[in-house]
């Protein structure tokens, strides 16, 4: 995968002590009107420090950036885009974590949670498909992504999505993709093969919401032991009509 050595991968359900710290993932969701970034598992979403949300870039439909802003809430942000995108990137930095002895997890790194048994950065990202025969957008800031190799609204329910999943702008072989994150989001729908390719059935006439994790050890941090990267394919399954 032409890694950076200081990265090994490690399968992320197999892991199984960084799991409160890796549980949620991100997505958008149109709601009310807005665009609002959603921090989740399955059908609860919580409410988090908007803070962390570390960017946001929306595209027109020939991969051309719209002007964003990011408004951020007590209790969670908004994305708010000049013009309508046509397709929408968002970034949460969840900061460093470490389980203490007695299995609290803290938000800190572990330099400052003395005698911390686990510790790991987490990352979260979301790829927003809007209109159409948009174009794929520039996902250089976005390390792990899930990128659709059709248009994604074109294809339907119950119809197969070939999808590649990038890990920093890399093919990632042996990833696992959750086919419906909202409704199932433990289960595996496929994974991917040595190219990064994999194809899941589109599983919603509204929201689909397609996700990946993956988690790497990184020996040379001393502030955490691993890294933590969840990503989120969004769409709707049938175009919506007023």
Known sequence: MGLDKRFL???????????????????????RGNIEVIYGHGAEDDAFKAEKVSGAWA??????????????LSDHARLKPLNVPATLAVALDNGPWSQTADQRWINRGQRQ????????????????????GAQQ???KRI?????????????????PLPVRVLLDGKP??????IGDYRSEPDAVSAKTDAQGRATVVVRNAGLNIVAAQVT???PNDPDVKQQGLFSSLTFLGTPHHE
Do not use: C, N
């Open 9 to 31: 991968i490690t399968p992320f359900l197999a892991v199984f002590t960084i799991g409160q710290a890796q549980a949620h993932g991100l997505w958008t969701e149109q709601r």
């Open 59 to 72: 595209f027109d439909g020939q991969g051309r950036m719209v002007p964003v802003t990011v408004e951020r």
């Open 113 to 132: 949670v003395p005698g911390a048994i686990a510790s790991i950065h987490t990352w979260k990202y979301s790829l927003a498909y809007y209109q159409a």
């Open 137 to 139: 957008p520039d996902l």
């Open 143 to 159: 390390r792990l992504a899930i990128v659709p190799e059709v248009d994604p609204l074109a294809v339907g329910p119950g119809k």
């Open 172 to 177: 990632a072989a042996g990833i696992e993709l």
């Open 216 to 218: 790497l050890d990184t």
